[in-house]
């Protein structure tokens, strides 16, 4: 397994700027979860894929955001009009998706969101 | 609404030494508790895991303690080192029903000293 992989590493961008993250999960892994992390809090549940079908969305994806994860391999983040709220670190995950509801979260290393 | 909250935000000890972070939760229809480990710069990772029918379990140095009456539970490290220096999250989750959402802590910032 070469790991989630996030791109870019790092983004800064003026308030009211759209910005997109992608993440490439680790081959054959079905399920793609994109979770929000700011400092000195645990990560935040956003959103969760199934293959390409999005099952799940927390209401904190506010409709300024958006993910697509259009052939059931990589997934993008959107985010458009960006507030300074925003500025935080954008987890993705990936699981086999094949098993236990209990198996296991490989984590990318996220990407670093700064909002002047 | 905070679902799982973490005690301490922060800890300090000496090499060999065993801290102790604890987690406690409200919502009883969880019934998956992992513990994730993170890196400055890196993405969490899973280090142990425990379902409410047990009251312990141990993997290699990490062993997780169960309360279920009282919703706790808390993470020991034996013989800490200062490689274990890291930030701790526990989490919760719903396994049947709860879609694939977990619920973290808000982390507890370890450092281990020589």
């Known amino acids: 397994d070469t790991g989630v992989s996030q791109d870019p590493r790092h983004k800064i961008t003026k308030r009211g700027q759209n910005v997109t993250f992608r993440c490439d999960p680790i081959?054959?892994?079905?399920?793609l979860y994109w979770y929000r992390q700011t400092l000195g809090q645990g990560p935040e549940f956003l959103t969760y894929?199934?293959?390409?079908?999005?099952?799940?969305k927390s209401r904190l994806l506010s409709d300024r955001f958006s993910a697509e994860r259009p052939k059931g391999s990589f997934s993008t983040l959107e985010i458009q009009r960006t507030e300074q709220g925003d500025s935080a670190m954008y987890l993705c995950?990936?699981?086999?998706?094949?098993?236990?509801?209990?198996?296991?979260?490989?984590f990318g290393s996220g990407t670093q969101l700064s909002v002047l | 609404q905070q679902q799982v909250k973490q005690s301490p935000q922060s800890l300090i000890v000496q090499k060999g030494g065993i801290p102790i972070i604890n987690c406690a939760y409200e919502?009883?229809?969880?019934?998956?508790f992992p513990w994730y480990q993170q890196f400055p710069g890196k993405g969490p990772a899973l280090l142990i895991a425990?379902?409410?029918?047990?009251s312990e379990k141990k993997e290699g140095r990490f062993t997780i303690s169960f309360n279920k009456s009282a919703k706790q539970f808390s993470l020991h490290i034996m013989d800490s080192q200062p490689g274990d220096s890291a930030t701790y999250f526990c989490?919760?989750?719903?396994?049947?029903?709860?879609?694939?959402?977990?619920?973290f802590g808000t982390g507890t910032q370890l450092k281990v000293e020589l």
């Open positions: 919502n009883t229809a969880f019934d998956y």
């Open positions: 425990i379902r409410p029918d047990v």
């Open positions: 989490a919760a989750k719903i396994l049947t029903g709860g879609g694939n959402k977990l619920t």
């Open positions: 995950a990936s699981s086999r998706g094949r098993g236990a509801a209990n198996e296991k979260l490989f």
């Open positions: 894929f199934q293959n390409e079908a999005q099952l799940e």
């Open positions: 081959s054959e892994h079905n399920r």
